[in-house]
Nanobody
Framework: VQLQASGGGLVQAGGSLRLPCAAS????????MAWYRQAPGNQRELVAR???????NYGDSVKGRFTISRDNAKNTVYLQMNNLKPDDTAVYYC?????????????WGQGTLVTVSS
């Protein structure tokens, strides 16, 4: 499974960005898809997660500002980020989990850098 994350860039505080993550297979076969982020000197943290059934959960710092959604026809998950803050500056990574008879597997995409200027 390959995950292609994109959409990062430089934005001013208060602005918005949308990050797509395109999967190389049908996302119906993936149990969950998620966005994580890692800022310099920090551990990687969960930003948002969405299950095959559409259930979502968010990190406390982004609740009310970020929205994760999925387009099954395009095999793509999106992270809509509104009211961005300088603390949101990080490399954002897409992750997928897949449960198979042989076990549970996880896949990571390459990161996309988001920089929020004050």
């Amino acid at each position: 499974v390959q995950l292609q994350a994109s959409g990062g860039g430089l934005v001013q505080a208060g602005g918005s960005l949308r990050l797509p993550c395109a999967a190389s297979i049908s996302i119906f076969s993936l149990n969950t898809m998620a966005w994580y982020r890692q800022a310099p000197g920090n551990q990687r943290e969960l930003v948002a997660r969405i299950t095959r059934g559409g259930e979502t959960n968010y990190g406390d710092s982004v609740k009310g500002r970020f929205t994760i959604s999925r387009d099954n026809a395009k095999n793509t998950v999106y992270l809509q980020m509104n009211n961005l803050k300088p603390d949101d500056t990080a490399v954002y990574y897409c992750k997928a989990d897949r449960a198979m008879l042989a076990g549970r597997y996880e896949y990571w995409g390459q990161g996309t850098l988001v920089t929020v200027s004050s």
